[in-house]
């Protein structure tokens, strides 16, 4: 490969620069300033884009760093050939990756060719754009590299695989990690963890032997205790059978003494009933005889007879009363004059009130006659008056009328004569007719008070009659009193005779009760005593003695009848009860003590369960860590086994990896010998590349890292190991290279050699080459 | 007349080998509630005694709702009789502690005992110690004309055996005994003992592990007494199985590949979501396959009630395709391979990491 030209359009502090490059060595020497590092990195980001994409710092970040001052896009083109084939690739580059642009063209053809893609570096080299750094691009940091697993499988050309080379620093990585997740060294591996955890389960497992040992003796006790019970059981058993027999014996025992008891028992009730017969009448049936109860009710009832007898002469007539009765008796005989004396009051009261009515009556009539008399007299008064009147006028009329000519005066007064007259006529009329009027009335109120004088008398005749029938005080201011005695001995003479009745009933009815139970007494016990309640209280007790000896005796009876057809009376008159060492009682007693201690050695022996169930529940879960122990051991065995695996399968891949580099470390060796010497002129250091193309030296007969010698020294051999990769990597299309002021670090002798060294390497590399100092520009040039 | 023999149900056994704290106590609880169910099935098709040739519980001290479980289901059924022989498991004497042993349940001790199951039919048993086991055949006294049914409980035998829970079975031949109901044996037996019987092992009730894979049940025997036979059936009864699957991975590269593989095996094999499954891959794999164990019991974990996954499978490694091989893996290779301080198997195990590591997959 090799640059022909670019031009730069907009890059850092470049603006629109163009540059032929020639083959050999491009000689670029410039101020500090001028842009040559921009350069530089302009034909890297034209092959592999920019770096640090993802940072912030826009020092690390190239996109912002090598963005142009003036703003814009940014970016150019490099002309480029490969093999016979000239291309141009063009780059445009914006604030984000998405607004690059890229495009290749055919330099033949100027037409857009997809021969490689942005990866153009990756696809030009076979090589990442780290690998370009390590190799072919020198850049102000330094001379210095080493292997990367690209550098590697590159110069590992002798095998046949690289991928697997590439995967060994992954691979070896992942072993490690494997290794340490699992290792038993340390107390965070899985192995040393499960040792931990088995050790701890191990010692939970370890009081096993103990609790089996404890199990088994109290399973001995439990088996004791057990033929303890069962012992128990049998005397219990054996007991309660004697105890059994026993008691048949002693039920056939006490059966024949309670057979005799009822007989005796029989005995004895017979002859109480025989006395209590004698207290009653001969013959008499007992059952049949009244209960207590109703005698004793009896002897109540008579006792409440004599008690009410007694008690009539109390509610009697007195003499007095007696006597009263007797005479009202005699005055009344079987009248009732009752309704006929409140007739004669309500008489006597209409009387009275016509007497009233009669003096009203009179007075009006006195009043009628001096109104009569008065009007009569005012007639009287006005016709004089007028009547004097017309006869003065009549005769002065006719004195006038005869001496005075004219005559009417005369006429005039004979005229008021005549008026006057009958003045008088007109003026008296009215009270005339009141007189009359008067007289009227007056002649009515004198009938009226005529008719009621009568009446009184009438009545007062009538009531004074029957007032002395009963001889009764006939004044009339007393007739009312009179009629009113009447009407109260006849209710007194009703209730005196009412109260004599009562009394006699009572006495009647306490009588026919007393005479009643009497007959009851004399019926039952064939005579009446004096004091027949006191009779009938001693009845009534003999009656309840007699009655219940009678129901005990009957009741005794039955008993000795079941008895006698439930049992064999003759066998068990002639049974004994056998004689033993034990007694009943001594053989209850001692069932009782052996139920005891049976109960006893029962809950014992469910105690020696309850703790077996206990100890079992410890075993079970011992048994369980037992298990998990088990399965701990297995999963322990199976990751120290991966361990184990691991840790072979690292150091064999360590080796291996060792092995197929020390496949091509000599060529590598041989190269960075070829150039170191070189640049040197020298070949008094002996150096080494171990399998991991580590280059060290070897002085006094120790390995001494490279990183030991002066700066000037290992820039030689950063210099002197990039050719050798660059000539192993690169056996064919020889790369060009790229030396951004790389020998700014070497002495003059090691510097004349470099340049030397460069003219040599440019016969089979296009070499472009930055510095800043006219020196090395001039001895490149020799 | 119809009789169930059965025998180690192993009440209250541990479990915990397979499953986690709380499946495992289920686990327990379907022991017991197997052995309730088959008490229930005795019930319903007129079985009229049930022979439990031993280890009916796992140790000696049982838990109080084992011993209720079978007192409550003996109690429940009074019309079956239940002869209980106490195997090696079983404590020396279970109902000991019970105030009161159920009425319809018969025992055995260490000298032989017989009972009368009907006029034709009898049932003998003996418990082996160390005294007894020995001279077991030689103080079994039948009489020929009866139906003679012996229960005893250990491994069986052809030969004579210092063993305590080893039966001779030579010995107990010509002894009259038309059916031997043995336990010990946890999977189902049944063969000829003579010309006259038989001698059945029914296997446990339920499988408790891997180690007691396939069906699993009792055994219903059918006695005809006017003709003297003794049929018999294997009724599978356990609510769950455990199946061992084996899955030859040889030529997979891919953990798809190998789950496709175990998917097909495991279908093939009858396998329901109520069974516990155990699948182990065999055969060679080539050091550069892809197999993921982790995702291959990821996919089948909750296919089943219980999944174990067991990779026995070995790496193959060509070493004769890499002589020639100039890459780093090549002389890894070579290296590991001409290591003598490694073994043969783990060469294989060292190449795999180590090719892993240089592919960049995941250790």
Redesign the interface.
């Known amino acids: 490969m090799r640059l022909i030209r670019c031009n730069i359009m907009n890059f850092g502090t470049l603006c629109d620069f163009h540059y032929d490059f020639s083959e050999g060595i491009n000689r670029i020497v410039r101020g500090n300033g001028f842009g040559k590092s921009t350069l530089a990195a302009f034909i890297r980001i034209m092959l592999y884009g920019f770096e640090g994409e993802g940072k912030r710092d826009s020092l690390s970040r190239e996109r912002k760093f090598y963005e142009p001052w003036q703003g814009g896009n940014y970016g150019g083109d490099i002309e480029f050939s490969v093999g016979e084939k000239c291309y141009r690739v063009t780059r445009t580059f914006g604030k984000k990756a998405d607004s690059d642009t890229f495009e290749l063209r055919d330099m033949r053809t100027n037409l857009v060719v997809g021969d490689y893609s942005e990866r153009l570096g990756i696809e030009l080299f076979d090589m990442d754009s780290d690998t370009f750094r390590r190799t072919v691009f020198v850049g102000q940091d330094g001379m210095e590299t080493s292997v990367n697993d690209t550098i590697n499988g590159r110069i590992g050309a002798l095998v046949d695989n690289t991928d697997d080379l590439d995967a060994y620093e992954k691979a070896k990585a992942s072993l490690e990690e494997m290794i340490n997740s699992l290792t038993p060294r340390r107390k965070t591996g899985e192995v040393s963890k499960l040792t931990e955890r088995i050790t701890s389960l191990e010692a939970d497992i370890l009081p096993a032997g103990e609790l089996e040992k404890s199990m088994e003796s109290i399973l001995e006790k439990r088996n004791a205790e057990e033929e303890n019970l069962r012992q128990l059981r049998e005397e219990k058993d054996r007991l309660a059978t004697k105890a059994k027999e026993l008691g048949a014996y002693m039920e056939i025992e006490t059966g024949k003494e309670r057979y005799e008891k009822l007989l005796a028992d029989r005995d004895i009730k017979a002859k109480e009933l025989e006395e209590y017969r004698k207290e009653l009448p001969k013959g008499a049936d007992i059952n049949a005889f009244p209960d207590s109860s109703e005698l004793r009710t009896l002897a109540q009832n008579h006792m409440k007879a004599a008690s009410e007898l007694s008690g009539t002469r109390l509610i009697d007539l007195t003499d007095r009363e007696e006597e009263s009765r007797l005479r009202l008796r005699a005055l009344y005989g079987n009248d009732d004059p009752t309704e006929t004396a409140e007739k004669y009051i309500a008489l006597w009261r209409d009387i009275k009130e016509r007497e009233r009515e009669k003096i009203g009556k009179e007075e009006i009539y006195g009043k009628a006659e001096d109104e009569m008399l008065r009007e009569t007299a005012i007639g009287n008064k006005y016709r004089g008056i007028c009547l004097a009147i017309a006869l003065i006028f009549l005769i002065s009329g006719v004195v006038l009328f005869m001496t005075t000519d004219p005559i009417w005066p005369g006429l005039a007064a004979c005229g008021i004569a005549l008026i006057c007259v009958i003045f008088s006529v007109v003026l008296t009329a009215p009270h005339r007719s009141a007189a009359k009027q008067r007289n009227k009335e007056r002649d009515i109120l004198k009938r009226d008070i005529n008719l009621i004088n009568e009446r009184i008398s009438s009545v007062n005749s009538e009531i004074g009659d029957f007032l002395r029938k009963y001889d009764k005080d006939t004044d009339p201011d007393m007739i009312p009193v009179s009629l009113r005695d009447i009407i109260n001995e006849r209710e007194m003479l009703l209730g005196l005779e009412s109260k004599k009745n009562r009394a006699k009933e009572a006495a009647d009815k306490a009588k026919e009760s007393m005479d009643g139970i009497n007959s009851f007494i004399r019926e039952k016990a064939g005579y009446v005593s004096e004091d027949p309640a006191v009779q009938l209280q001693h009845l009534a007790d003999v009656s309840d003695k007699a009655k219940g000896v009678l129901r005990s005796y009957e009741e005794i009876l039955v008993s000795i009848k079941e008895f006698e057809s439930e049992n064999d009376i003759e066998a068990i008159r002639n049974t004994d009860v056998p004689k033993t060492d034990e007694s009943l009682a001594d053989i209850t007693s001692r069932l009782k003590e052996v139920t005891e201690l049976e109960e006893e050695s029962s809950k014992r022996l469910s105690s020696f369960d309850k703790r077996n169930d206990e100890l079992a529940q410890n075993l079970d879960e011992i048994a369980e860590k037992r298990i998990e122990r088990d399965r701990l051991k297995d999963i322990r065995d199976e990751k120290q086994k991966a361990y184990d695996c691991c840790v072979i399968a690292k150091e064999h891949l360590v080796n291996a990896k060792e092995t197929l580099s020390s496949r091509y470390i000599k060529p590598i060796l041989d190269k960075f010998m070829y150039y170191h010497t070189m640049i040197t002129g020298q070949n008094t250091r002996e150096y080494m590349v171990d399998a991991n193309i580590d280059v060290s030296v070897r002085e006094q007969g120790m390995n001494r890292s490279v990183m030991q010698l002066s700066k000037g020294l290992r820039d030689v051999v950063g210099l002197s190991l990039r050719m050798a990769f660059i000539d192993v990597m690169f056996p064919q299309e020889k790369p060009v290279l790229i030396l951004d002021d790389p020998f700014v670090n070497l002495d003059r002798t090691n510097l004349d050699a470099a340049e030397k060294l460069m003219r040599i390497i440019a016969k089979d590399y296009q070499v472009i080459f930055f510095a800043a100092r006219e020196e090395t520009e001039q001895q490149i040039e020799i | 007349m119809k009789i169930i023999h059965c025998a180690d149900i192993h009440l209250d056994s541990?479990l915990?080998?397979n499953f986690d704290?709380e499946k495992a106590k289920e686990r327990k609880a379907e022991l017991l509630r197997t052995f309730v169910r088959m008490t229930e099935y005795a019930g319903e098709h007129g079985i009229e005694a049930v022979l439990i040739a031993g280890d009916l519980f796992d140790?000696?001290?049982i838990?109080?709702t084992s011993r209720n479980g079978v007192i409550g289901a003996i109690e429940s059924t009074p019309g079956i009789k239940y002869f209980y022989l106490k195997g090696n498991h079983d404590r020396?004497?279970v109902f000991?502690?019970l105030?009161e042993i159920p009425k319809n349940l018969y025992l055995f001790n260490e000298t032989w005992t017989s009972y009368e199951l009907s006029e034709k039919i009898r049932i003998y048993g003996l418990e082996f110690n160390s005294v007894n086991s020995a001279s077991a055949a030689d103080t079994l006294v039948t009489d020929p004309s009866d139906i003679n049914i012996v229960m005893l409980h250990g491994q069986e035998s052809m030969s004579a055996s210092d063993k305590t829970e080893v039966i001779n079975l030579k010995s107990f031949r010509n002894r009259n005994i038309d059916y031997m109901a043995l336990g010990h044996i946890h999977s189902y037996k049944n063969a000829e003992l003579d010309g006259r019987g038989r001698y059945c092992y029914p296997g446990c009730l339920e499988g408790r592990g891997f180690d007691e894979s396939g069906e699993h049940g009792f055994v219903v025997l059918d006695i005809d007494e006017d003709r003297r036979s003794v049929a018999s059936e294997f009724i599978t009864f356990a609510s769950r199985r455990f199946i061992n699957v084996d899955v030859d991975i040889t030529g997979l590269d891919k953990t798809n590949t190998i789950i496709k593989a175990v998917s097909e095996k495991t279908d093939a094999s009858g396998a329901t979501t109520n069974d516990c499954v155990r699948v182990v891959l065999t055969g060679r794999t080539d050091i550069e396959a892809e197999k993921n164990d982790a995702v291959i019991s990821k996919t089948f974990e909750n296919r089943y009630c219980l999944f174990r996954l067991y990779d026995e499978s070995a790496f193959s490694i060509d070493y004769e395709s890499y002589s020639a091989?100039?890459?780093?893996?090549?002389?890894?290779i070579?290296?590991?391979k001409n290591?003598p301080t490694?073994s043969e198997d783990?060469k294989a195990?060292?190449?795999?990491?180590?090719i892993k590591?240089?592919?960049?997959e995941e250790?």
């Open positions: 541990g915990s080998s704290k140790r000696d001290v838990s109080a020396k004497d000991g502690s105030s091989d100039r890459s780093l893996k090549g002389e890894f070579r290296a590991v290591d490694v783990k195990e060292v190449i795999r990491y180590g590591a240089l592919l960049g250790l």
